[in-house]
């Protein structure tokens, strides 16, 4: 069965320092991984994916996540944080290939003051 | 161009109605999910459809949730029976073969 896990439900960054975001998954498969943010009041919105090509996917608005299949972790990371980027974010994982259900983690909520 | 779009975006009902969800997908996308997002946790699947036709239903908790797509487009997710734990955020995508999912803005159902 195919789960994740993010390690920490808040984070707080100063505007312009770098984000971490931490991800581990666990997947008997080849997985697909994604990061969707989720601002409020607006629908889920995806960040980025990996799909068993580089294992440094870069996103929008300068996230990136990199696949580390030796420590099932896909770490989200943005070097310069901005006001904006303040939401919820979701990993998540699916079968490689697969066309059904996304399995989300319990979301990180990322604060970013000013 | 218009996205996912879901209604009603809220409905309060009371214990034990019945209550219908709508789910308006993007034109085209034959592919429609159904999840559920309780406060403070993140979304879980409930079902998904390819088409007409259910491809995994996995995810219903109980008989009292049934959904349908009648014609390949439009959902409806229906609740019978409703129970104060079914309070959630409903949340409807749609995907075009198997490609990224697009998220509605969900649908607030709270049973008092």
């Known amino acids: 069965a195919q789960s994740v896990t993010q390690l920490d439900s808040h984070v707080s960054v100063s505007e312009g320092t770098p984000v971490l975001l931490r991800c581990n998954y666990s997947?008997?498969?080849?997985?697909?991984l994604f990061w969707y943010v989720q601002h409020p009041n607006k629908g889920l919105q995806l960040l980025l994916k990996?799909?068993?090509?580089?294992?440094l996917v870069k996103g929008i608005n300068g996230f990136e996540a990199e696949f580390k299949k030796s420590e099932t972790s896909f770490h989200l990371t943005k070097p310069s944080a901005h006001m904006s980027d303040a939401a919820e974010y979701f990993c998540?994982?699916?079968?490689?290939?697969?066309?059904?259900?996304?399995?989300f983690g319990q979301g990180t909520t990322l604060q970013v003051k000013p | 161009g218009a996205g996912v779009s879901q209604t009603p975006s809220n409905k309060v009902t009371e214990k034990g109605k019945y209550v219908e969800l709508r789910c308006d997908p993007i034109?085209?996308?034959?592919?429609l999910y159904w999840y559920r997002q309780s406060l403070g946790q993140g979304p879980e699947f409930l079902i998904y459809f390819q088409g007409t036709g259910a491809a995994d239903d996995s995810g219903l908790p109980n008989d009292r949730f049934f959904a349908v797509r009648p014609e390949g487009s439009v959902s409806t997710l229906k609740i019978q029976r409703t129970e104060r734990g079914d309070s959630a955020v409903y949340l409807c995508?749609?995907?075009?073969?198997?490609?990224?999912?697009?998220f509605g803005p969900g649908t607030r159902l709270t049973v008092l």
């Open positions: 998540v994982v699916t079968l490689s290939g697969n066309t059904g259900k996304l399995i």
């Open positions: 034109s085209g996308h034959t592919a």
């Open positions: 997947s008997s498969y080849s997985p697909s």
């Open positions: 990996y799909t068993s090509a580089a294992t």
């Open positions: 995508a749609s995907s075009h073969s198997g490609n990224e999912q697009f």
